[in-house]
């Protein structure tokens, strides 16, 4: 069995939304309300806990506990109330196109895979991506073929979970997503091919964007995108 966790306690501000950027409201419902339907639609998920801004209550139907300082504390105070299940789902609620297909996906991905400590929704890149200095100056020019954007949700096994996840604070700080700390341990992370719609909500652009496509797909008018490219 799979034990969802969503981690919706960050502050937005990018967003400037001028609140918790998973109340945002989107095609009628909240940022948050629309991981939590894709995830309730996936048979083996038995759980859902959601960290949350101190004070946000939790929806119906899932345990909400308080978030951390930092996401991987709120992924830990998550993990903390989940519950037994041999593999744990971590989804960021800044994500609401996530499609109960694509969380299928990736937990059999790894249902398959014996040797894998995790496996990860992701996208091949498509520009070209350098890396540079502080000043600006170009240092290195990255080998595209071999770069993939990560997304979530992120299946883990859950004791690789809860080892990698019981790290000084410092480093809990420096991971952006949770599959860092799992590679930092030289576990086997795979990837799983997610779409382009699944974006993450940083700006009002992407607001506007999540917009127009959970309207477009509330209303039914049309095929989700396939999860791979053709
Ligand atoms: O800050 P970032 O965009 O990486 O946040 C990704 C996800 O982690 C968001 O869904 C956000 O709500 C969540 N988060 C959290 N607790 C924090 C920081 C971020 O649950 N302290």
Avoid: C, Y
Wanted: net charge neutral.
């Amino acid at each position: 069995m799979t034990v969802a966790l969503i981690v919706a306690a960050g502050s937005g501000e990018r967003l400037g939304a001028g609140g918790p950027k998973a109340l945002v409201r989107l095609a009628g419902r909240s940022m948050l309300q629309w991981s939590i339907d894709a995830l309730e639609a996936v048979a083996e998920i038995e759980r859902i806990v959601v960290a949350l801004p101190a004070g946000v209550l939790a929806p119906p139907g899932v345990i909400g506990v308080e978030g951390g300082a930092v996401r991987s504390d709120s992924v830990r105070r998550a993990l903390a109330q989940a519950g037994a299940g041999e593999l744990v789902l971590v989804h960021d609620a800044a994500r609401p196109m996530l499609t109960p297909e694509l969380a299928r996906a990736v937990i059999a991905a790894l249902r398959s895979d014996g040797d894998a400590a995790a496996a990860i929704a992701a996208v091949p890149v498509t520009d070209t991506v350098k890396r540079v200095d502080t000043s600006g100056t170009v240092r290195e020019t990255l080998k595209r073929s071999e770069l993939w954007a990560v997304q979530t949700p992120q299946v883990f096994r859950r004791e690789a979970l809860e080892r990698a996840l019981a790290v000084p604070a410092h480093q809990l700080a420096q991971a952006t997503d949770d599959a860092l700390l799992i590679e930092r341990e030289g576990g086997r992370v795979i990837v799983v091919a997610a779409s382009d719609e699944n974006l993450k909500v940083t700006t009002p652009l992407d607001l506007k964007l999540a917009e127009l496509l959970l309207s477009t797909r509330a209303r039914g008018s049309s095929a989700p995108l396939p999860l791979k490219p053709d």
